[in-house]
């Protein structure tokens, strides 16, 4: 009878055992979950590098160009939000004072500054992306 008792008290305890190690975590298993992540992330970041490696010496100014050509309208979009814009209010003032323009005609409106730089501040990081193809040698100085 005793013997009885040991083995159901061994398989509560063993039942006990794997429980308490289903529930907790030991730091050795969360290491090694955390580098499979970090290889799965290096493994996207890797694909999308050679993607990106590809669109760069493509001949065609579709798949190669469309970064600068993002760029190009940001660029544009400054220029005219912080150069153009304010000289066109004077001259639209100006000129209104002069009456060449009706006083009823509005200026041109103004860009959302907001939805700007957000165009911008990703432009500068994808910037940085093409500087770091420059430096691997994968430019695209002749776009066709």
Request: net charge negative; proline share 4%; charged share 20%.
């Amino acid at each position: 009878m005793s013997g009885l008792i040991s083995l159901d008290i061994g398989s509560i305890v063993t039942g006990i055992g794997k429980l308490a190690d289903d529930l907790f975590t030991s730091d050795e298993e969360r290491l090694k979950v955390a580098l499979q992540e970090k290889a799965m992330d290096m493994e996207l970041i890797k694909g999308q590098h050679n993607i990106n490696t590809q669109e760069a010496q493509h001949k065609s100014v579709f798949v190669a160009g469309w970064r600068p050509g993002i760029g190009w309208v940001g660029a544009l979009a400054l220029a005219y939000q912080f150069i153009l814009y304010p000289l066109l209010t004077w001259f639209w003032s100006f000129a209104q004072a002069q009456e060449w323009i009706p006083m009823e005609l509005q200026p041109p409106p103004v860009l959302e500054a907001q939805s700007l730089m957000v165009v911008v501040t990703s432009m500068l990081g994808v910037a940085g992306l093409r500087s770091f193809d420059k430096i691997k040698e994968t430019q695209t100085d002749k776009i066709r």
